[in-house]
């Protein structure tokens, strides 16, 4: 932005993960925690808020928004402290709620989200310039939609509260249990995508094409549980390696969005659903000798690890067998990083400083 507004007055406060900083001279750039926030995601959104308030009518308020701003610009509702937000965060990233789901949380518990924040800057002009991690492109789902009207504002979330469970902080049942007798009054957003999940699909299919490799976008929005949408991709690759259909090889299967990863009472290992949904594919897939795969999250983090994804390939199951690694219990314990760790084949590229969502290419050869 200041590269692009030379000439123009240019002031402001971004927030963005540990590490994922840059420099800048007009434009007070800060850190914060993700997924789960912490003091510096609270002195962030109070900091954002304060700086929205001070906007005049004859001002022009540019919100720079993309995934991971629900965790990193936190203001809890009161009577919430951030220790309950924290909480709330952990329940939602166990709980395999879609993010369509866990926004629809958040944005009732926040202070700057579903909207909050445009109101906010009003009565200056707000033009939010966004990118998307989430299915579907829906702008109250991005970064749980700081500037735009929350459609969920007087929504019934009893059945959310119930997937949640019992450890749900008190004050945060309470709020998401309240029905408000109306919503607040909706506003004509201006928001404008400059960068989508199928935006990023169509340029790795370009790329694919120049290799001589057919692509086939399977979709910008796959949902579900990671595992099992790495079982369902197997048999379509399965069935393309061996009957030519959808497609014949050399061919990839390109795909999006955002799967979950529900953890159960176990203690869990370490992983993201990128790595769940290849080590699935891979115990699927047995060592089919035509099939390599890679998924990644594009903002270089899988969950809450230092890899943005992993690597499979025709040896990946020989290989954890030589190491004296049990594909399966990996699975079933969910510590996938752990199971590439050991097999060095982890894909680290540290902060890549855009995000839209998970890439998911699998690579049928001759």
């Known amino acids: 932005m200041e590269r692009a507004w030379p000439e123009v007055e240019l002031s402001g406060v971004v927030v963005t993960r540990y590490g994922h900083a840059v420099p800048t001279e007009r434009i007070e750039v800060l850190e914060a925690a993700h997924p789960v926030p912490d003091e510096a995601s609270l002195a962030a959104g109070a900091k954002i808020r304060a700086a929205a308030l001070k906007a005049g009518p004859d001002d022009l308020v540019l919100a720079l928004i993309s995934g991971g701003g629900s965790a990193l610009m936190c203001l809890p509702r009161a ?11 952990r329940l939602l990233l166990a709980s395999g709620l879609t993010i369509a789901q866990m ?15 445009a109101r906010a800057a009003a009565p200056a002009r707000l033009v939010t310039l966004a990118i998307s991690d989430v299915p579907g492109d829906r702008p109250h789902e991005i970064a749980s939609g700081p500037t735009v009207p929350n459609p969920d ?8 509260v119930e997937r949640l469970g019992p450890q749900l902080p008190a004050a945060a049942r309470e709020l998401l249990l309240e029905k408000p007798e109306r919503a607040e009054e909706d506003f004509e957003p201006d928001f404008r995508l400059i960068a989508t999940p199928r935006k990023m699909l169509d340029a790795a299919a ?4 120049a290799a ?3 692509p ?26 061996d009957h ?3 497609l014949p090889a050399p061919a990839i299967l390109l795909s999006g969005g955002e799967t979950t990863v529900t953890i159960g009472a176990a203690k869990p290992g370490r992983g993201g659903r990128n790595t769940e949904f290849l080590l699935s594919l891979a115990v699927t897939l047995g060592g089919h ?58 894909l680290r590229t540290g902060p890549t400083l855009t995000n839209v969502n998970d890439l998911r290419a699998i690579l049928i050869t001759d």
């Not at 926004?103 to 924040?117: A, C």
């Open 212 to 214: 001589g490799v057919t």
């Open 289 to 346: 000798r035509q099939i390599h795969a890679l998924s990644a999250d594009t903002d270089g983090i899988d969950g809450t690890e230092d890899a943005a994804g992993a690597f499979i390939d025709p040896t990946t199951l020989a290989r954890a067998q030589a190491a004296g690694l049990d594909a399966g219990a990996f699975l079933a314990t969910h510590d996938s990083y752990s199971f590439f760790d050991q097999l060095d084949d982890l």
């Open 206 to 209: 370009e790329v694919a094409r």
């Open 153 to 160: 504002a007087s929504a019934d979330l009893s059945e959310l």
């Open 244 to 246: 030519g259909t959808p």
């Open 79 to 89: 009577p919430l402290t951030l220790d309950d937000k924290v909480a709330v965060n």
């Open 103 to 117: 926004n629809r949380v958040r944005m009732r518990l926040s202070g700057v989200k579903g909207g909050q924040l």
């Open 216 to 241: 086939l976008i399977l979709g910008d929005a796959i949902e579900g549980e990671a595992r099992e949408a790495g079982v369902v991709m197997a048999g379509i690759a399965r069935s393309a390696a």
